[in-house]
Structure formats: structure tokens, C-alpha cells
């Protein structure tokens, strides 16, 4: 197919590395000095990595490409992240140490905003899914260990996107082996738009898998 896609000038790019930390694809990587597009259906042509450049080494141009393909990047960005976790090294989703003691991030697949991930990921399979609202990350200080750590995290805000979240969310169900659910949201009455997504994907994908529903107040503490 012919299609928008990214072109990197070998001759301007300087090889900073720059381009490869902004594209969220895992497009781009950096061999012998100078940035390469590795895969054409990593790409997904938005971009991202075009402002970070800092020699102008990268444009568009429209010409035969594969299709993106997000279950490819999201396979392969899971593939990195176990790497990582089984060799101790410190990787772009967040392992990383400080003098004083180590602090881990437990998200464990890239992307994790419902809007951008994929129905179908080998990461769902067996999955403990945890659906929690954007701000629940600002507000409630444990969240990497009490609530992400083993499980795959999905996040969103149904006020700012205004999207109905429930068809995508369904899809998963259905398409993969979730076992459990939980949805992490603040005390406010607009954070009730995700439960009601959740509730109303459950029902329609025909499966029986366990949900609660978690309640974070606004001063960071779980509504008992």
C-alpha cells in the first residue's frame, strides 16, 4: 500500500538517539552512528520523532509500505520489557536506580492509553487487567505497587477523550484470557464514566470475569 511514512537523511542525522526515545513504536534505532527505520510497519506515520531532531535529518514521504501493525509493536515492545526484567537492566519503560535504594515501574507493556492499544496482544493472555483513570496516578502514591505490579495496566479519562471506551474494552475480553479486572478511579462523579464503560464491556463480551471497582479521594487515599 501506499502511505505517509517517515524518511530519515543519513547524510544530516548525527546519530544523538533523539528520534529513537521519541517514537513511542520502537520505529527507529540507532546502528552505526546513524538512525534507521527499522521496520516500515512499525511506523505509524504521526510522527513524533520529527520535532525531536535536531539536525532536520527526518521528513515524510508517501511511497509502498507495509500497513502499521500494532500487534507487532506491542509484541515486540514486550519482548524488550521481560528482557529487561530478567537481565536487571534499566530500559525506557521505567527500571531505573537511584543512589539511595532502587525504585521499579511496574507498567508492563507499552502503550497503556486505552485509546492506543491494541484488542489483541500476547500480553493479555492469562492477563489481570487494571483499568484505572488517568488522574489515579497523580493522586494515589502506590499505585506502581499496589495496584500495576502484575498486571496489565489500561489507562484513559472518558471526560477528556469523550469516547465510549466500552467496544474497544469488550474486544479485549473477548479476544484474550482476562482473567480479572480492576478498575482504579477517583472519588469525583465524572471518573463514573469509566466504571460505566468497564460494566457495559463486561456485558457485552459474554464472559464471566471478575471486576471490582477501586475508589482513590481526591487528598490520595483509597475510599474504604
Not at 527500571?95 to 496482544?121: D, H
Not at 483513570?133 to 477528556?160: Q, R, S, V
Not at 479485549?172 to 484470557?177: A, G
Request: glycine share 8%.
Amino acid at each position: 500500500m501506499v502511505r505517509k511514512i517517515i524518511k530519515i537523511d543519513g547524510e544530516k542525522c548525527n546519530g544523538c538517539g533523539a528520534c529513537a526515545s521519541a517514537c513511542h513504536e520502537g520505529a527507529i534505532e540507532i546502528k552505526d552512528g546513524r538512525a534507521e527505520l527499522i521496520r516500515d510497519d512499525y511506523c505509524d506515520g504521526l510522527g513524533d520523532c520529527l520535532p525531536e531532531c535536531p539536525c532536520g535529518a527526518i521528513s515524510f514521504e508517501e511511497r509502498e509500505a507495509a500497513a502499521y501493525d500494532a500487534q507487532a509493536v506491542a509484541a515486540a515492545r514486550h519482548k524488550k520489557l521481560e528482557a529487561a526484567a530478567c537481565d536487571g537492566q534499566n530500559d525506557a519503560a521505567g527500571y531505573y536506580k537511584q543512589e539511595k535504594g532502587t525504585r521499579v515501574s511496574r507498567l508492563a507493556q507499552w502503550p497503556c492509553q486505552i485509546k492506543l492499544m491494541p484488542v489483541s496482544a500476547p500480553y493479555f493472555q492469562d492477563a489481570d487487567l487494571l483499568i484505572a483513570a488517568d488522574c489515579t496516578a497523580f493522586a494515589y502514591a502506590g499505585i506502581h505497587e499496589d495496584y500495576m505490579k502484575g498486571a496489565i495496566t489500561l489507562t484513559g479519562c472518558p471526560k477528556l477523550d469523550a469516547v465510549d471506551y466500552s467496544e474497544k474494552l469488550s474486544e479485549i475480553m473477548k479476544q484474550n484470557s482476562v482473567r480479572t479486572v480492576t478498575v482504579l478511579r477517583m472519588e469525583v462523579p465524572c471518573c463514573g464514566g469509566i466504571v460505566m464503560a468497564v460494566q457495559k464491556a463486561l456485558s457485552h463480551s459474554g464472559r464471566q470475569i471478575p471486576c471490582r471497582v477501586v475508589t482513590v479521594t481526591v487528598d490520595g487515599n483509597i475510599l474504604k
